[in-house]
């Protein structure tokens, strides 16, 4: 396609160019229509007063199609757009099995999970952890996911709005604000319904723009055969690697049951997730959801990995950032949009649009949920009455603006927290796996009580945050290196600017899999995979639980309401019901010796804990 062009004229238009008029006016289109969504169902006239199950759940009547996008793009941010396709070109595409913790992740969802929330239909999931534990547990588990979405949210706008910021020249801060503002007036005017159909909108401007953007870059290297030919001499494809050594950062091992506690938190017990499957009418509409979200996840991750791939190809003889035309991994993706794009006008518009649409969905599901749960968990149980309707969806509103505003302010100092970034991203996954444990502990183990559950989440979440912690330190120290792919400079044109120095024209290792360098003064706890962290602090919040729960006392499972646990245990609840009933009913003493016998019958074979 570019067969007239050097790689140096390449070069220098990609450098030069910024955004037409066309590309800003498809961004500000995107907007535009967003915001339109919100005002439209902000101040539709309504039939009736709009109840609070409106406002946060859509009247339990919201259509399959728009939430099952919605969902898909919520749960994949500006992040995992612009930094899946640089995992796969520096690290190769191990990661992909990404897809299998997904799965694992779903398979569990469906059997397990959703049947107990879809039909608890709880307007916060954390009142679950009031109901089968205490209120301090639910306190403490809103209190972690609030603040872990305060801080993910400024990343997950910053992200993006460094990216466009990168090919239209427009003032980084004030293009997040925009954005974070238009965001939060169409969520607090218009609730789910607005967060769920701005979403399904922006997915369609996301997908379209990657299916266009890998047609182009197949096209611009030679087609799909040389593609894959390029990256097998660059050895960057590999899924099934099944070393099993944990020191190792990517293999299948590493990524599949290292990043299953996260996938299945997002999917199974994260707050915005299951506030869509009860939005849905009925439970069997759920389930179809969430076979919808899940192969919309698996595509955009197959096209992200296709994209990487595709820059690897492009740039395999002609690294950008050693050549100097990018600064950090990040701008890949950008850049390589503007070089295949820049024959089309508008094109490249319609991409950055899509990066911009996730972090808009993710934000504007982070906001709804957030605000529900703030209210809900923390606002409500201090007013001195009952609010109506009217009132809870004024301060539900309220709550999203304020959240909203601490979000914009914060988007401010992340620039400045650019070396602890990666503590920061890693939060999502410390935090994930102590959620993930607090509901599992809840549904999977009957006899588990509140000190054991709350010991469990305290000793996981140190255990986390200390190897999270620790490693990144060591890091930044440079006794622990991730180590890269080879990547050459070679072929690049004379005029680029590579710097003064370099006395090789190939960087990295060589040959599969990742490979991770530590200095003697590691310990070997920090050398274990980052991926493994959640997992690790799952086991740990389980044996702590159920230690300090035997230790303590169990919970009288004849006590335990059957519907806070999975449905494969109601039956052995009932059981442990049946016998108190049965005292009951001969209450207080058998008067023959028949209702004697028939008592010491039914209760003699109670299992104890």
Request: some cysteine; overall charge neutral; aromatic content about 12%.
């Given at each position: 396609m570019f067969s007239n062009e050097t790689t140096a004229q390449r070069h220098e238009i990609v450098t030069s160019m910024k955004f037409s008029w066309i590309e800003h006016m498809v961004f500000f289109t995107l907007l535009i229509a967003s915001l339109a969504i919100g005002v439209y169902y902000g101040f539709k006239p309504k039939k009736k007063e709009e109840t609070v199950d409106d406002y946060m759940l859509g009247g339990r009547k919201m259509p399959i199609i728009p939430v099952a996008m919605s969902l898909v793009v919520s749960f994949v941010s500006g992040i995992t757009l612009i930094g899946f396709p640089a995992e796969m070109y520096f690290y190769?595409?191990?990661?992909?099995?990404?897809?299998?913790?997904?799965?694992?992740?779903?398979?569990?969802?469906?059997?397990?999970y959703l049947p107990v929330f879809y039909h608890l239909k709880f307007k916060s999931l954390y009142e679950y952890l009031e109901r089968r534990f205490h209120k301090s547990v639910r306190v403490l588990a809103s209190g972690i996911f609030a603040f872990s979405l305060l801080l993910y949210i400024p990343v997950v706008i910053?992200?993006?709005?460094?990216?466009?910021?990168?090919?239209?020249?427009?003032?980084?801060?004030?293009?997040?604000?925009?954005?974070?503002?238009?965001?939060?007036?169409?969520?607090?005017?218009?609730?789910?319904?607005?967060?769920?159909?701005?979403?399904?909108?922006?997915?369609?401007?996301?997908?379209?723009?990657?299916?266009?953007?890998?047609?182009?870059?197949?096209?611009?290297?030679?087609?799909?055969?040389?593609?894959?030919?390029?990256?097998?001499?660059?050895?960057?494809?590999?899924?099934?690697?099944?070393?099993?050594?944990?020191?190792?950062?990517?293999?299948?091992?590493?990524?599949?049951?290292?990043?299953?506690?996260?996938?299945?938190?997002?999917?199974?017990?994260?707050?915005?997730?299951?506030?869509?499957y009860i939005s849905l009418p009925t439970f069997r509409q759920a389930r179809i959801v969430?076979?919808?979200?899940?192969?919309?996840?698996?595509?955009?991750?197959?096209?992200?990995?296709?994209?990487?791939?595709?820059?690897?190809?492009?740039?395999?003889?002609?690294?950008?950032?050693?050549?100097?035309?990018?600064?950090?991994?990040?701008?890949?993706?950008?850049?390589?949009?503007?070089?295949?794009?820049?024959?089309?006008?508008?094109?490249?518009?319609?991409?950055?649009?899509?990066?911009?649409?996730?972090?808009?969905?993710?934000?504007?599901?982070?906001?709804?949920?957030?605000?529900?749960?703030?209210?809900?968990?923390?606002?409500?149980?201090?007013?001195?009455?009952?609010?109506?309707?009217?009132?809870?969806?004024?301060?539900?509103?309220?709550?999203?603006?304020?959240?909203?505003?601490?979000?914009?302010?914060?988007?401010?100092?992340?620039?400045?927290?650019?070396?602890?970034?990666?503590?920061?991203?890693?939060?999502?996954?410390?935090?994930?796996?102590?959620?993930?444990?607090?509901?599992?502990?809840?549904?999977?183990?009957?006899?588990?009580?509140?000190?054991?559950?709350?010991?469990?989440?305290?000793?996981?979440?140190?255990?986390?945050?200390?190897?999270?912690?620790?490693?990144?330190?060591?890091?930044?120290?440079?006794e622990i290196k991730f180590g890269k792919k080879v990547t050459s400079i070679q072929n690049c044109p004379a005029n680029s600017s590579i710097p003064l120095g370099l006395n090789s024209t190939s960087f990295g290792y060589p040959g599969v899999g990742t490979r991770t360098f530590f200095s003697d003064t590691v310990p070997a706890i920090y050398r274990v995979s980052f991926l493994y962290n959640s997992l690790i602090g799952m086991v740990v919040s389980f044996t702590v639980a159920c230690a300090v729960s035997f230790a303590t006392g169990c919970q009288d499972v004849s006590e335990l309401e059957p519907e806070l646990v999975i449905p494969q245990l109601r039956s052995f609840i009932l059981k442990k019901k049946a016998p108190i009933e049965l005292r009951q009913r001969y209450s207080p003493v058998p008067t023959s010796e028949k209702a004697a016998s028939d008592l010491q019958k039914d209760t003699q074979n109670i299992p104890q804990c």
């Open positions: 190769g595409t191990q990661l992909f099995a990404v897809n299998f913790s997904i799965l694992i992740g779903f398979l569990l969802l469906n059997i397990f910053y992200v993006p709005a460094l990216a466009f910021n990168q090919v239209t020249g427009m003032p980084l801060y004030l293009l997040a604000t925009v954005i974070c503002a238009i965001c939060i007036v169409y969520t607090s005017l218009g609730g789910l319904k607005a967060v769920v159909w701005s979403d399904a909108l922006q997915s369609i401007f996301t997908f379209a723009a990657m299916i266009a953007v890998i047609i182009l870059g197949c096209a611009s290297i030679g087609g799909i055969s040389k593609m894959i030919e390029i990256n097998r001499e660059g050895e960057r494809l590999e899924i099934f690697n099944f070393d099993p050594d944990p020191y190792k950062m990517y293999t299948f091992w590493t990524v599949t049951f290292g990043l299953l506690p996260i996938q299945t938190n997002f999917c199974a017990t994260h707050p915005a997730a299951i506030q869509r969430t076979i919808a979200m899940f192969v919309g996840i698996v595509l955009f991750k197959t096209f992200s990995t296709w994209m990487g791939l595709i820059i690897y190809a492009k740039y395999h003889d002609c690294d950008p950032i050693m050549s100097d035309h990018i600064k950090k991994p990040g701008q890949l993706l950008p850049y390589f949009v503007m070089d295949v794009a820049s024959e089309y006008p508008g094109l490249a518009g319609i991409f950055l649009s899509g990066v911009v649409s996730t972090g808009l969905s993710t934000m504007s599901a982070g906001l709804n949920t957030v605000a529900g749960t703030l209210y809900e968990d923390f606002v409500r149980p201090l007013l001195p009455r009952r609010l109506t309707d009217k009132q809870t969806n004024l301060m539900l509103k309220i709550i999203v603006v304020i959240i909203g505003a601490i979000s914009v302010l914060l988007i401010y100092v992340v620039e400045k927290f650019g070396t602890i970034m990666q503590i920061v991203n890693n939060l999502q996954g410390i935090t994930g796996g102590v959620l993930l444990f607090l509901f599992s502990f809840g549904i999977f183990i009957p006899w588990g009580n509140t000190k054991g559950v709350t010991a469990g989440a305290i000793a996981g979440l140190l255990t986390t945050c200390s190897l999270t912690i620790g490693t990144y330190i060591y890091s930044q120290s440079g």
